[in-house]
Structures are given as C-alpha cells and as structure tokens.
C-alpha cells in the first residue's frame, strides 16, 4: 500500500492520492497527521474533478497501523519527522525524493485555486517520476 500523508489530509495528499489512483491499480490511499475535518478541500475536490481523476478517500488520522508494511510519501520534512516519531521503522519517504529530487510542497490551505494548481502541477510532476 502507498499512503500520501500531509497535514490535515484535506489539500495536498488527497490530490497525490486522486491522481495515483487515476493511473495505477496498485492500493492507494491517503492520511493526515493532524485530521480536523471529514471533508477534502473545495479547491482540491475542484481539481480532482476538473482532471475526472479518481475520487479520495474521507480525510483520516494516520495510525500506527498504517505505516505497517505500507510505503508513505509525505509533503514536508516535518511530516516525515512526525510519522517516524509514531514509527520509527516506517517506510517514510518525502514525495520529492522518491522521484530523486528534494523539497517541501508547499501547503496551499487557505489560498486561492492558483496556490492549489501549482500544488497539483508539482504533486503530479513528482507522482509521474515515479510510477
């Protein structure tokens, strides 16, 4: 299983985890580290829909359970810290790198939808690398 993780699985790793499952059958899904809503954000269901990607799972906390035998893709530098903080042998990799680059990705909460595209274009530039 691959699980994009980002902050409140509301922007980021819902877009990763719509657009992985668009192109592969391999078992997608996608957490949060601090999930405070049950809903994706307006601006991500809006790109989802717009590329007809395939629809997210509901935002959800990461478990421990999750991070057995899973393979988790994180935005941020902070993120990995944290999911090994509730693993510390968890298969954690930041996006960038497991597409041999490095670098955060920019959260775009609270911004407008060209924050959000940008976002997308630099999720979906990674997530190509690497299939």
């Given amino acids: 299983m691959i699980i994009f993780v980002c902050t409140g699985n509301t922007c980021r790793s819902p877009l990763a985890e719509s657009y992985m499952k668009t192109l592969t059958d391999l078992p997608v899904e996608s957490r949060g580290l601090f999930v405070t809503s049950s809903v994706v954000n307006e601006n991500s269901k809006k790109i989802i ?3 007809n990607l395939v629809s997210p799972t509901k935002p959800k906390q990461l478990t421990y ?3 057995l035998g899973s393979t988790i893709l994180v935005m941020t530098e902070g993120h990995k810290y944290q999911v090994k903080k509730l693993n510390a ?8 790198e497991y597409a041999g680059e490095s670098g955060d990705i920019m959260d775009p909460f609270g911004g407008n939808i060209d924050m959000y595209n940008h976002t997308f274009n630099e999720i979906k530039n990674y997530i190509d690398r690497i299939k």
């Fill in 49 to 51: 829909q717009e590329n």
């Fill in 89 to 96: 042998d968890a298969d954690v990799h930041l996006l960038s």
């Fill in 65 to 67: 359970e999750d991070t």
